[in-house]
């Protein structure tokens, strides 16, 4: 429970108060997955090795994955879409939440790594 907090949060997943990115707007494209190299609140190490966030790619996957189902079931099916614009739609939202599903994965990638700590 604690660590879906952190993850829908993108807080620090070891004090769940410190944020995990720099920018709080994910469509500020010129930094958006700019992150500290420290949480500022509990210093805990958020580059924990270098290229650390290439294993999130692990994570950000299933979301896609989860996100074309639920948009399936909805676009095909309850509003019997056509293929063609389906796939078209299917590209555009996917391309859309891209900065968000990549900040999920990430947050997700480090609670696999860190876990929350009480305040001593
Ligand atoms: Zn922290």
Redesign the pocket.
Known sequence: MSKLYSVLRLK?P??H??DLFVHKNPYSFKNAMQMPDR?P??N?DFQIEPGFYIGALWTSFPIVIFIMAILSIVLLIYFKMDLNWFFVTITAILFLLQPIIIRLGRAIWINVFVDFEKEK
């Open positions: 620090c070891r004090c108060k410190g949480c609140v509990c805990q």
